[in-house]
């Protein structure tokens, strides 16, 4: 009930295309989503985060769409550069516990 | 402004052997996070601090220890290492105790048992 089940677990995606990561969670106690990239020799970096109460939240190319009856979320990354490669992790906290519970993570390439 | 600093960021030890890693968080940042990063297993919380207490614990034995010290820098400390042990030890920070899942994540202490 805690997991947070992410895919894919791998994406190549060509420049100016859109990259789609999707998540689904179970525990309803889940109150916040935030997404985090992760370059390689670095510590995760958050991306953008939303709220279950918000279907959608948008910052530059980077998209967040919710589906809290469908218990899912998903990352559109826009006119995807090639500098968007990196791995991605989703993520779900609960306010009560604090805990950050991630997703697998999904290495997007996106090809020149 | 500095952000969080993970000490040291890469160490070899041997199985049995105990380890420390050091943690300083963004200045003025009161709570402390600990996650254990390994390709199987992904990134998985270990426990989080705040002014001195510790909040919340994951799943790890308790050969896997942490404190806070009053200026929020933190340790954590890993006894009788076992090979499973090695991983990217990835220490986070926020103003507060972390209900928001905003965090800001040091590079990392690479930890390799051999």
């Known amino acids: 009930q805690q997991q947070v089940k992410q895919s894919p677990q791998s994406l190549i995606v060509q420049k100016g295309g859109i990259s789609i990561i999707n998540c689904a969670y179970e525990?309803?106690?889940?109150?916040?989503f935030p997404w985090y990239q992760q370059f390689p020799g670095k510590g995760p970096a958050l991306l953008i985060a939303i709220r279950p109460d918000v279907s959608e939240k948008k910052e530059g190319r980077f998209t967040i769409s919710f589906n809290k009856s469908a218990k899912q979320f998903s990352l559109h990354i826009m006119d995807s550069q090639p500098g968007d490669s990196a791995t991605y992790f989703c993520a779900a906290v609960s306010g009560n516990t604090g805990k950050l519970i991630f997703g697998q993570g999904t290495t997007l390439q996106v090809k020149p | 402004k500095a952000g969080v600093t993970q000490t040291p960021r890469y160490l070899i030890k041997t199985r049995g052997q105990q380890v420390t890693l050091s943690c300083s968080p963004i200045s003025g940042h009161r709570s402390v996070s600990w996650y254990q990063q390994t390709p199987g297993q992904g990134l998985q919380f270990l426990f989080e601090?705040?002014?001195?207490?510790?909040?919340n614990k994951g799943n790890f034995p308790g050969r896997f220890s942490g404190r806070q010290f009053s200026n929020s820098r933190s340790e954590m400390n890993v006894s009788t290492l076992e090979l499973g042990d090695s991983a990217l030890y990835l220490c986070a920070s926020s103003l507060s105790w972390s209900n928001t899942g905003e965090l800001f994540f040091g590079e990392g202490s690479r930890l390799t048992v051999l």
């Open positions: 525990n309803t106690a889940f109150d916040y």
């Open positions: 601090y705040f002014s001195e207490t510790q909040r």
